[in-house]
């Protein structure tokens, strides 16, 4: 059984920076696209980021410029490095991975908190 284990959220204050660490254990092979979504309380998911196995990314226009995601394919891991965060970052972020065999995996969630 695959699973994903995230790590790296935390309480930060506006203007702060975090990165968000995702591994992919267990049964999970021929890993393709990897990436993030987020949901604040009252909202729903929405996607942060994403990244082939090719490396092309893709950002939600509200975290263009300060947010970057990354991947070590030798680790199976994605990383998220949110630089310049706002309040209206809060929220639980979750990493998911795509497998060339069609299955989808989803983190438990971190929780990134940002004060104002």
């Known amino acids: 059984q695959g699973q994903l284990v995230e790590s790296g959220g935390g309480v930060v204050q506006a203007g702060g920076s975090l990165r968000l660490s995702c591994a992919a254990s267990?049964?999970?092979?021929?890993?393709?696209?990897m990436g993030w979504y987020r949901q604040a309380p009252g909202k729903q998911r929405e996607l942060v980021a994403t990244?082939?196995?090719?490396?092309?990314?893709n950002y939600a226009d509200s975290v263009k410029g300060r947010f970057t995601i990354s991947r070590d394919n030798v680790k199976n891991t994605v990383y998220l490095q949110m630089n310049s965060l706002k309040p209206e970052d809060t929220a639980v972020y979750y990493c998911?991975?795509?497998?060339?065999?069609?299955?989808?995996?989803w983190g438990h969630g971190t929780q990134v908190t940002v004060s104002s």
């Open positions: 998911t991975v795509a497998t060339l065999w069609g299955n989808d995996y």
């Open positions: 267990g049964n999970i092979y021929r890993i393709n696209a």
């Open positions: 990244i082939t196995s090719g490396g092309r990314t």
